[in-house]
């Protein structure tokens, strides 16, 4: 009787095995996370949001050498402080005041931006008065006219030209040599070389014109004694002033700069790009090194080089460096005829720019004796 107790249990049990054994496994519960956003929900932050609200803490922009009545920077800061509402203080300097400022307050800095020529660019890369920064717009600017590191970029240009009183010259000459005829003898001004950057970029345009360039100076220094030997050249700078009093019949400066003055004076100015050849001057803009409002700086580069900020330079007649901005026709037909600038050549290499500007400046202290 036991035994048969025993084998009846025994069978059971076996039954019970087999059946657990068929049966589905129960697995534990694992920890599964929870509130898991799906792909699209990853939040994103939109840089140029961020840099307008790290702009907007700092409170304010500072600035050297970029006031109102300078190609038309009053148009940029009224842009600026419409769109972002940042209040803005420039202290208005020359290429040499800015550059010795930036060095005497290199442990303390005060500027945030300022804007020069691109015959600085070397001193400002070898001096490290910048800082890197390359702003939405730097794949669309020639190689020429940005540092590949991003220390600074041009983003505007203008071309050396003749401007002339009209009611005083009534007929205007069209290339350099025609500055030598007789009937322009003590008609012509122009700064002092030495002393004014601009001159010193007329001196080399003539040098173009001459056969020389950038890395060859000298065919515009001789050219200029030519002219001083024949008493063309007249001992007044073409100010705004004396062009307006007709103390400057011919001024030698920047195309921007005769057809501002023709803008604002009312003048019958002619604005000649020389047949035989001139060169373009680009204007670089960059942030300083250790600017105490650097987004607020960042903020201002975009402004410059955005649609509105190339078409507010293009107001103060310079030409943008961004050939995708299409300016209007009615602008467009104050300046000179497009093909006029076909003889407009741009010097690349700043490096040799600089040391021109060097050469130029001793040229002139000997045939301006």
């Not at 705004?240 to 400057?248: A, D, L, P, V, W």
């Not at 009312?266 to 001139?278: A, F």
């Not at 201002?300 to 300016?327: K, M």
Request: net charge negative.
């Amino acid at each position: 009787m036991f035994r048969k107790f025993f084998i009846l249990l025994s069978t059971v049990l076996v039954l019970s095995m087999l059946l657990a054994a068929c049966s589905t496994p129960t697995v534990a519960p694992t920890t599964a996370p929870t509130n898991v956003p799906a792909a699209t929900e990853v939040t994103t932050v939109d840089p140029m949001a961020k840099l307008i609200a790290d702009a907007k803490a700092e409170g304010t922009i500072i600035s050297y050498g970029l006031p109102d009545d300078w190609v038309n920077y009053g148009g940029i800061w009224a842009l600026y402080t419409e769109k972002y509402g940042i209040p803005h203080a420039d202290t208005d300097m020359s290429s040499g005041e800015i550059l010795a400022a930036l060095r005497a307050e290199a442990k303390s800095p005060v500027a945030d931006i300022t804007d020069l020529g691109l015959n600085f660019a070397q001193v400002v890369n070898e001096e490290g008065l910048s800082q890197p920064y390359k702003h939405a717009y730097w794949d669309e600017l020639p190689d020429y006219a940005k540092d590949i590191e991003g220390r600074w970029s041009a983003a505007y240009w203008g071309a050396i030209a003749f401007t002339i009183n009209s009611s005083l010259v009534p007929n205007a000459p069209q290339t350099w040599q025609d500055l030598l005829k007789p009937e322009y003898q003590d008609t012509i001004c122009m700064r002092d070389p030495r002393e004014s950057a601009t001159a010193n970029m007329v001196v080399l345009a003539a040098a173009f014109a001459n056969g020389g360039d950038e890395n060859n100076p000298q065919p515009g220094i001789d050219f200029f004694k030519k002219l001083i030997d024949a008493g063309q050249l007249r001992a007044v700078g073409p100010s705004t002033s004396n062009i307006e009093k007709g103390e400057c019949p011919i001024s030698l400066f920047w195309d921007f700069d005769g057809l501002s003055k023709r803008e604002s004076l009312g003048m019958d100015l002619d604005i000649v790009i020389p047949s035989d050849g001139t060169v373009a001057g680009l204007y670089i803009q960059f942030i300083t090194a250790g600017a105490p409002h650097v987004n607020a700086a960042k903020l201002l580069i975009e402004t410059e080089y955005s649609d509105d900020g190339q078409l507010a330079y293009a107001n103060g007649f310079v030409h943008p460096i961004r050939d995708s901005v299409t300016l209007p026709a009615d602008l467009l037909a104050k300046f000179p005829p497009k093909e006029s600038y076909n003889t407009v050549v741009f010097p690349k290499d700043f490096v040799a720019l600089a040391d021109a500007a060097v050469k130029i400046s001793d040229g002139w202290n000997q045939i301006a004796q």
